[in-house]
C-alpha cells in the first residue's frame, strides 16, 4: 500500500497535471493517447495485475474499486 497527500503537489492533482500537460505542449513533446501520468505523486502507478484494487480519495471523490481477471 502506498499513500500520500495529493496537495503536496501544486495543491491539488489536476493542477500538476495541467502543468505537466502544457510544459510537455510547450517542449514540442506532447502527451499521447495512453501514456500514463502519475499526478498528485511522486510514485508511478502501479502495472495492472489479476487481483482486487482500491483507490481511496478525499475532497468529496467517491473510492474506487475495480476487480481485474486477467
Same mark, same amino acid.
Given at each position: 500500500?502506498?499513500?500520500?497527500? #495529493? =496537495?503536496?503537489?501544486?495543491?491539488? %492533482?489536476?493542477?500538476?497535471? $495541467?502543468?505537466?500537460?502544457?510544459?510537455?505542449?510547450?517542449? *514540442?513533446?506532447?502527451?499521447?493517447?495512453?501514456?500514463?501520468? #502519475? =499526478?498528485?505523486?511522486?510514485?508511478? %502507478?502501479?502495472?495492472?495485475? $489479476?487481483?482486487?484494487?482500491?483507490?481511496?480519495?478525499?475532497? *468529496?471523490?467517491?473510492?474506487?474499486?475495480?476487480?481485474?481477471?486477467?
Amino acid at each position: 500500500m502506498k499513500d500520500g497527500a #495529493s =496537495s503536496e503537489v501544486l495543491g491539488n %492533482p489536476l493542477k500538476s497535471l $495541467k502543468w505537466l500537460v502544457e510544459k510537455l505542449e510547450s517542449q *514540442g513533446m506532447p502527451l499521447k493517447a495512453g501514456q500514463r501520468v #502519475s =499526478s498528485g505523486t511522486f510514485l508511478l %502507478p502501479e502495472s495492472l495485475t $489479476k487481483g482486487e484494487w482500491k483507490a481511496t480519495f478525499d475532497k *468529496g471523490l467517491s473510492n474506487v474499486m475495480l476487480h481485474v481477471n486477467r
